[in-house]
């Protein structure tokens, strides 16, 4: 997820995927910067940037990874994305002074759009929706039943077109595809591309002011119009006529500045349901920070104007709850990110979300739970919660003078719901609600009232481990994949609850076939870390 973890700094994590960069994540919020003219850009990083971005960190980009990254996309995390708070310690001269340091093995963009335009750039969208949105149906199944592809033919499958993306390394959107046509944004290009998916070629480009940020899921408004959509990182919806590529509005919908869009946006009933999480558990690693005032939120709005028409919160508002020990006034309870797929219960008029760990406390019962709301009202109709007293915000990693930090006086586990909820069907034709959780667990819940009815533990999990972002089911049963990265202990000093977590630890990656109406392991193949 879009975020930091806990204990990121006492392990070493090793992974093959491409990781999402996360600009200058450790300037000091506190720190003093002598205001010399003759300051270089590498000696900002230094002193701001390398304890983060040394390379041992996962969650943040190595310098070799920064450097991929356009200026504009480090530039803008700095003034107005996830680092601003952060890049607040710097002027902006110092700012611009560190982009071009960092940029300084970018080769010059050269212009490749025009020359990949199709000859014929018409998006016709008559034939199949193939994916349509993130959960590819209306139950967030994940199945794919438009498709010849199966086990016994997959390795006769041909590279049909490759297209590159010059300029460009973070891609974090899943696409959508509807007809000939596949819609995929390109974050720090700050593009949307219509694609020809038969041919490879570009159809319409879409320049947006901010990256973007969710998946882009595709629909039609209530007087026909066929469009695309999807969420960028400051908080702002873009609704895209699918045939042109032009907008059609574009608003900031998010219910505070420091909320983003992450989870994909659902169209239903000419209305746009926005999850929201929140960066503002990246402040709380400056101690003066006032931790933490906000928190997850779903926003319902008028799908042909971009209007408001609800807000909904899993937390009450958050007031004082006492002074920290360098004196900086806390508040809670805040957090409780809402980064999934929502899930639209057509039959019982309920959207379903999945939430994080609580940022600040106390606990009231929304911190990483299932969450289901009322279409039309934005009213809280039953809550799940899977893991009590779940605290993490990003001072729960960051040591300062001892094993606690000021804003984190309780290290949580982290245990995000990230997958999209699942709505399904056992044998005897009741419904029933399938969720994964990053502490490696499955949930079967009854969607009338979110009662538990399963539950099933496939791994330890951890804060990089368990179930993230995707699991599918076809008719009964249900496919979960278990991330669990390695864990390798550090020489430095750990909390005793930190180091007795991390001896327990044993990682379990791998995928797992699961009985719909039971949570029993049909078959498991697991993938041991090397």
């Not at 590529?245 to 926005?274: E, F, H, R």
């Not at 999850?275 to 503002?280: F, K, M, N, V």
């Not at 400056?286 to 919160?313: H, R, S």
Request: proline residues 5%; aromatic residues 8%.
């Amino acid at each position: 997820m879009a975020k930091d973890h806990p204990g990121t700094e006492i392990v070493s994590m090793y992974f093959s995927s491409l990781r999402v960069a996360v600009m200058c994540g450790c300037l000091a919020a506190n720190s003093l910067l002598l205001a010399d003219a003759t300051v270089t850009g590498e000696q900002l990083f230094q002193k701001n940037c390398f304890s983060c971005h040394n390379g041992e960190n996962p969650k943040a980009a190595s310098l070799s990874g920064l450097e991929n990254l356009t200026g504009r996309y480090l530039l803008d995390a700095l003034t107005k994305g996830k680092m601003s708070m952060q890049g607040s310690a710097l002027s902006d001269g110092e700012k611009e002074t560190l982009v071009a340091w960092l940029g300084r093995n970018l080769e010059e963009i050269i212009p490749w759009e025009e020359d990949a335009m199709c000859v014929n750039s018409a998006v016709d969208l008559e034939g199949e929706n193939y994916a349509p949105s993130w959960g590819l149906d209306s139950n967030n199944a994940r199945y794919q039943t438009k498709t010849s592809l199966s086990a016994a033919n997959a390795s006769t499958l041909k590279r049909k077109w490759v297209m590159a993306f010059p300029g460009g390394a973070v891609m974090r959107s899943q696409p959508a595809v509807v007809g000939d046509t596949l819609f995929l944004a390109q974050a720090d290009l700050y593009k949307v591309y219509a694609i020809d998916r038969k041919v490879g070629c570009l159809k319409w480009v879409y320049d947006a002011q901010n990256p973007p940020r969710s998946a882009v899921n595709a629909g039609k408004l209530a007087d026909g119009r066929d469009v695309v959509f999807y969420g960028d990182s400051a908080g702002f919806v873009h609704l895209l006529d699918a045939i042109t590529g032009k907008p059609v509005w574009v608003k900031k919908v998010v219910a505070k500045d420091v909320n983003i869009i992450t989870g994909p946006i659902s169209l239903y009933d000419n209305k746009l349901y926005v999850p929201q999480s929140s960066l503002e558990t990246l402040y709380a690693s400056n101690p003066e920070y006032e931790c933490c005032k906000t928190q997850g939120a779903l926003t319902a709005v008028d799908a042909m104007t971009g209007n408001l028409v609800w807000e909904a919160f899993p937390l009450p508002e958050a007031e004082p709850q006492g002074k920290n020990r360098v004196g900086t006034m806390n508040y809670g309870p805040a957090g409780a990110s809402i980064w999934n797929a929502p899930l639209i219960d057509q039959k019982r008029g309920l959207i379903v979300v999945g939430t994080g760990p609580i940022s600040a406390g106390p606990d009231t019962g929304a911190g990483d739970a299932i969450i289901a709301f009322d279409l039309k009202t934005g009213e809280k109709k039953w809550t799940f919660q899977a893991t009590k007293n779940d605290f993490w915000n990003s001072a729960c990693r960051s040591k300062f003078d001892g094993d606690t930090h000021p804003n984190c006086p309780e290290v949580g586990w982290d245990f995000d719901f990230g997958a999209g909820v699942i709505l399904a069907q056992k044998r005897n034709g009741e419904d029933i609600l399938i969720a994964g959780q990053k502490s490696g667990e499955v949930f079967g819940l009854n969607p009338d009232n979110g009662e538990l009815i399963w539950r099933k533990r496939l791994s330890e999990g951890s804060a990089l481990g368990g179930v993230h972002w995707g699991m599918a089911a076809d008719n009964h049963y249900v496919y979960v994949p278990i991330s669990d990265p390695t864990l390798k202990i550090k020489n430095i000093k750990m909390s005793p609850v930190i180091e007795q977590r991390l001896k327990d630890y044993h990682p379990k990656p791998g995928l797992y076939k699961l009985d719909i109406d039971s949570g029993a392991i049909i078959w498991a193949k697991e993938y041991p870390r090397t």
